[in-house]
């Protein structure tokens, strides 16, 4: 699994920073949290495939958080793609969407869902393709799951902005340990696509005997998945730190410094001591800055110098920095 920084600046990009994007490289998906403008170009530096499928985020309806996504389904489309796309994000999602296909017409011949989060009435309102303006259906949110699949599940968390704004979290299923081929070989189960289904964790019968890899040592017992959380743009709030709990790793917006304490309590973002704070309050193991505002172009490295103070292990986001998490 890969972490790519596909965009780290607030509000207007500078020469190093596009605006708010990130992607994850998960087995053979791909998940973004956000789009903002002209992401599509970091996509492509980033050496990420066009055709695979896409899950992405949309934590809310700030231009510097969405506006890129247009551009990026129109290239989608342009590059002749069949994998599927899900976008999640607030209501109004679709018409965003199907706007551009009514004026400027957008084509999606690709399996398209948009989801559509209502907090409000805790439900998702699924869209199919941009044929139609009729959601296909409304599904009941249970526990703030919003995406379930056989490897990882999405949760989402309202946080505390100017307008509607969603936090997710990325969890990865328990994982099985590490495989003992040496020891299924010393129980005389020969490698063949047996071994698979061992590694995941599943009994087999063998010679009439069911064989529990777990008990017999075949592989380790069941390890905690790996989770990513993402802020969105926030002032802090006990939503983020629920949502967050025990994150492997916290990608928190920083648009100002400790200075601007005031300036960011007003705007309702964060400032690098927010954020070292709520990685500190979840339990995180390393913490991200980003969402960095223009001021700090020169100067980014005081938010970094801030936030360690209070949380050591956090990074600074730059464009296509790449993460591997093991």
Sequence with gaps: MELIILGSAAATPIKSRNLSSIAIRYKNKILLFDCGEDFQRRFAEAGLKFNKPIIALVSHFHGDHIIGLPGFLFRLSLNERTAPLTIFGPQNLFLYIYLHKKILGLKAKYPIKIVEIDHINNNLIEFEGLDTEDPKDTVKIKDNLIYKSKYFSIRFALVNHSITTYAYSFIENPRYGKFNPERAKELGIPESRTWKKLQEGLEIEFNGKIINPVKEGIVGPK????????????????????????????????????????????????????????????????????????????????????????????????????????
């Design 223 to 326: 390890r905690p998945g790996r989770k990513i959380t993402y802020s969105g743009d926030l002032a802090p709030c006990d939503s983020l730190i629920e949502l967050g709990k025990d994150s492997d790793v916290l990608i928190h917006e920083a648009t100002y410094s400790k200075i601007l304490a005031e300036t960011a309590k007003e705007k309702k973002h964060s400032t690098s001591v927010d954020a070292a704070l709520d990685a500190k309050k979840m339990n995180a193991k390393q913490l991200i800055l980003t969402h960095i505002s223009a001021r700090y172009q020169d100067d980014a490295l005081k938010l970094l110098e801030e936030a360690k103070e209070i949380f050591p292990n956090t990074i600074l986001a730059e464009d296509l920095l790449r993460i591997e998490l093991k």
